[in-house]
């Protein structure tokens, strides 16, 4: 499985830029969605990736490696694609992924329940709960 599609590395680089912009111009820097969501399909490893740098291997984001305490930081693409688990797997691409808030609520939510999955489906409730308020009730007419 590719990691990164060349649409996902664009948006990923994207939001690079914009934070180093921000950085750059002393204005606050953003707070995006994850783009992308890796996970260890024989574990509980999870990463949400926000941002790509200009080498094309450094990512930011969310970073859980399932001893209870995720953290915001760098990790490398590379590394990731390069990692051999048992039985033949790899690194995986969550393709289901809806990055429905943004990094900062997933940092503080899977730093308090003490990794991402934990909240990922607490989450997605809330989501549907918001979504669901939104509609209109269908009229009998």
Partial sequence: M??????LRATLRANAAAHRAAQREGRREPD?????????????ATWLATELD????TLFGL????????????????ELENLRLPFGLKIERDMDFVPAFRL?????????KGSISQVE??????????????IPPASDG
Avoid: H
């Avoid at 995006?32 to 509980?44: E, L, M």
């Avoid at 489906?121 to 939104?134: C, D, G, I, K, P």
């Fill in 2 to 7: 590719i990691l990164l599609t060349p649409e």
């Fill in 104 to 112: 900062s609520i997933w940092a503080r939510l899977a730093r308090r």
């Fill in 54 to 57: 200009e080498d094309g291997d």
């Fill in 32 to 44: 995006p969605q994850p783009v992308v969501k890796f996970f260890n399909p024989c574990g509980a």
């Fill in 63 to 78: 970073a859980d490696l399932g001893f209870g305490c995720p953290e915001l930081g760098y990790f490398s693409l590379s």
């Fill in 121 to 134: 489906l607490q989450m997605y409730r809330a989501f549907l709960r918001l979504a669901s308020n939104r």
